[in-house]
């Protein structure tokens, strides 16, 4: 394994780490590795590396990169959002890889805004043959309110909880200069529920691969098979991995699942790749 | 800005080279020397800001990450202070080989500037010029302060753990490395350089400490700029901190 540090695209490059395996086959997938909100390109708690480092062990290319204006890549001019933008450099970036490496097939992965940015690049580009999320898209439903909020009349707690939530707001509230920090311009907005099930249709059709993980910190998941409940209209067909750690927050701050995700993921992208077909098969990670 | 690995193939650090404003260009190099964990998170952007302000001043600047981190080789239940140590050594060397520069200023921010301090203990290194911005100073404090904040309870991940692991915020600080720290006490010793600048956001018990253990020294300058500091704070969305005025600070200092 050999960590390589590049430059994409000629202007204003983006800046990118590819992690050549020590075997490199073109003919295998690359794992590309996205931004999550404004962390840069070693991800949250450093799991971006730790996931490279694996997925190359186990002989994919992999490469962490940071979308322009975020971590080392300098802002390129222009009035697109990062919807677009994002897109766009993403595009780019499996150019740069098709012409200097001759991959043709491209698993993506991300976290919060980073897994927004994998399903929507693998609706609009079929060389995505599989996406590994975290803390994707999710809606409640009407077991989930069931869940949080009859779950907590019996239990005192939750009414701790609460007289502690109405006693905060009459505290007073941090003064440090907000103008300090830096927000992103990204506002995650999640499209509707419909949108995302049409998607979600289109890229099993197409036969895309889905790895869906979501912590506890997930406002709008809070049962093991909710996801499955939500898009109950999507066949999935054998398409869907699907984990819930209630446990885990969403920054993945826990030493043991920092050890445990890379290793699934990593289980997964082989699993995928090594079903040349694609044949309905549950993948277990 | 250039991304590139540099070191031993077996010990790669990744860096990135600021290149100087060509019509303010200065045989000076700068070497930012981060801090760690979220902290480091935290501080990218601002590290990257602060690179690219001096770079445009005509300076030489490079940012670099410690083996065990960010982008750098290895694992940090690999490394040592030592190593860190060997680091700080090993990106001057880079900086000054590939620059050509005649002088070496170095910045540390918290952890970065207890590093930094201890390295320039060997006056070999010749650095000019040392800023430390927000310094801890010493192995000791820090450990108390993380540990100070792991009692507030805000995360179950927030331990130290049966192996003598101190976990925070994600990144652990292992048993090894917690010794290794504290035996480095700003207030011990003096660097070799031949000026000091010492800014913090907000003055406390460890800052004064510091500034009266080094305000007998000629060529010490301390400085409070009102900005954040919250070092330790972390939030969901990996949220980042630009404290202006104290990058403003330093480059005004190093520029003048």
């Known amino acids: 394994m050999r960590e390589i540090a590049t430059t994409i695209g000629k202007t204003t490059p983006l800046t990118a780490i590819i992690t050549l395996p020590t075997n490199f086959d073109a003919s295998k997938p690359a794992v590309l590795i996205l931004n999550s909100g404004l962390m840069h390109h070693i991800g949250s708690c450093r799991l971006s590396v730790k996931l490279a480092r694996q997925v190359a062990d186990a002989g994919f290319l992999a490469l962490r990169f940071d979308f ?14 990062f919807h677009d933008s994002s897109l766009e450099e993403l595009n780019e970036v499996m150019n740069h890889l098709q012409k200097e490496r001759g991959i043709s097939q491209f698993i993506s992965y991300g976290l919060c805004s980073g897994a927004d940015a994998s399903y929507e690049i693998a609706k609009r580009d079929s060389r995505i043959i599989g996406i590994a999320q975290i803390d994707a898209y999710a809606y409640t439903n009407k077991k989930w309110f069931i869940k949080r909020y009859l779950g907590n009349l019996l239990n005192p707690t939750a009414w701790l909880g609460l007289v502690e939530r109405l006693t905060s707001r009459l505290s007073p509230v941090s003064t440090l200069g907000e103008e300090f920090y830096q927000t992103e311009d990204y506002q995650r907005e999640h499209p509707s529920r419909d949108s995302v099930a049409a998607g979600l249709n289109s890229l099993v059709q197409r036969g895309v691969y889905i790895y869906n993980i979501f912590t506890g910190d997930t406002i709008e998941i809070n049962y093991e098979n909710q996801y499955r409940d939500i898009f109950s209209d999507v066949d999935f067909n054998g398409f869907l991995t699907l984990e819930y750690y209630e446990e885990l927050e969403h920054i993945i701050t826990s030493p043991e699942h920092q050890k445990l995700i890379p290793k699934k993921i990593c289980n997964w992208v082989q699993m995928i790749s090594a079903s040349s077909e694609k044949t309905p098969i549950e993948i277990s990670a | 800005m250039n991304p590139f690995f540099f070191g031993s193939s077996s010990q790669s650090l990744y860096g990135v080279y600021h290149s100087p404003n060509k019509l303010a260009m200065r045989d000076e190099g700068v070497l930012l020397c981060p801090t760690f964990g979220q902290e480091y998170m935290r501080s990218h952007r601002a590290n990257r800001q602060l690179a690219s302000s001096l770079a445009q001043q005509g300076f030489h600047v490079l940012r670099f990450d410690y083996r ?29 080989e590939t620059t050509c520069v005649n002088t070496i200023h170095v910045i540390g921010l918290r952890l970065g500037g207890l590093l930094a301090s201890a390295a320039a203990r060997d006056s070999k290194l010749k650095i000019k010029q040392l800023i430390l911005w927000d310094p801890l100073i010493s192995g000791n404090a820090y450990d108390l302060e993380l540990q100070d904040e792991i009692s507030k309870g805000d995360s179950k991940c927030n331990v130290v753990d049966s192996d003598d692991t101190l976990h925070f915020n994600g990144f652990p600080l292992y048993k090894k490395m917690r010794l290794d720290l504290s035996e480095i006490n700003l207030c011990d010793f003096e660097p070799q350089c031949k000026k000091i600048y010492h800014i913090v956001s907000s003055e406390n018990e460890n800052s004064n400490l510091l500034k009266s253990a080094w305000s007998s020294r000629d060529a010490y300058e301390y400085e409070h700029v009102e900005a954040p500091g919250d070092w330790n704070h972390v939030d ?10 104290i990058l403003q600070a330093i480059t005004h200092w190093l520029a003048k």
């Open chain 2, 68 to 96: 065990g981190t960010g982008d750098s080789s290895g694992y940090i239940e690999d490394v040592c202070v030592s190593d860190w140590l060997e680091d700080i050594e090993t990106a001057i060397n880079e900086l000054r």
């Open chain 1, 68 to 81: 322009s204006g975020i971590g080392d890549s300098p802002p390129r001019r222009g009035t697109r959002n």
């Open chain 2, 236 to 245: 969901q969305y990996g949220g980042i901190m630009l404290p202006q005025p």
